[in-house]
């Protein structure tokens, strides 16, 4: 009914920037909460950031200061600008939206397929 597509990982130097996106679509009555995930390898899955409807926003301690989530309610979209990254944010990014379906009126959560941040020393 609904999914959630990523895009903007990669590569990067440490000290740099990228900038992810997810989009939602599909049969959306109305996205609340969203977030961003990462997975590093042998870890466990971790709250990176997150935000509400109305912009409120948490963060991961050792992001602050240095990533920024966003979302334009328009378009159904969640940013994160990822500034200063260093070699231990290197993970795979999933996008995390709690979404009200405009079929059933049940809140869904949907996950991103998930998106490949490297960060190299």
């Known amino acids: 009914q609904v999914q959630l597509v990523e895009s903007g990982g990669g590569l990067v130097q440490a000290g740099g920037s990228l900038r992810l996106s997810c989009a939602a679509s599909?049969?959306?009555?109305?996205?609340?909460?969203m977030s961003w995930y990462r997975q590093a390898p042998g870890s466990q899955r971790e709250l990176v950031a997150s935000i509400t409807t109305a912009g409120n926003t948490n963060y991961l301690d050792s992001v602050k200061g240095r990533f920024t989530i966003s979302r334009d309610n328009a378009k159904n979209t969640v940013y994160l600008q990822m500034n200063s990254l260093k070699p231990e944010d290197t993970a795979v990014y999933y996008c995390?939206?709690?979404?009200?379906?405009?079929?059933?009126?049940?809140?869904?959560?949907?996950w991103g397929q998930g998106t490949q941040v490297m960060v190299s020393s």
């Open positions: 599909g049969r959306i009555f109305r996205v609340n909460d």
């Open positions: 995390n939206a709690k979404i009200i379906s405009l079929i059933t009126f049940s809140v869904l959560t949907s």
